[in-house]
Nanobody, 122 residues
């Protein structure tokens, strides 16, 4: 099971840290990705890391503002979001990908958690 949490309402320029906690599987064997979906838009890739957290990918709109640290001892991956903008408003989802390699391709992820809402006010 994947549990995403940490969403909320924040002003432009603010920060939030999302958490993706896993249970029931060997979390350290999986890559983890964060995706988001805004109202009326397709789901899009945000960030991903490999099983160890040493290889990361970021979507261009979030580069330099978001990071994706992970703590395998706690079975948790985070999405640290800084300098938030109104266009970051979306439901954020985390997902795991088998075989450990990081990827921005959502069809490679086989297990998805429920989303957490992030709203950035202008």
């Amino acid at each position: 099971q994947l549990q995403a949490s940490g969403g909320g309402l924040v002003q432009t320029g603010g920060s939030l840290r999302l958490s993706c906690a896993a249970s029931g599987r060997t979390f350290s064997s999986y890559a983890v990705g964060w995706f988001r979906q805004a109202p009326g838009k397709e789901r899009e890739f945000v960030a991903s890391c490999n099983w160890s957290g040493t290889i990361t990918y970021y979507a261009d709109p979030v580069k330099g503002r978001f990071t994706i640290p992970r703590d395998n001892a706690k079975n948790t991956v985070y999405l640290q979001m800084n300098n938030l903008k109104p266009e970051d408003t979306a439901v954020y989802y985390c997902a795991t990908k088998p075989r450990g390699g990081s990827s921005p391709l959502d069809y490679l992820y086989d297990y998805w958690g429920q989303g957490t809402q992030v709203t950035v006010s202008s």
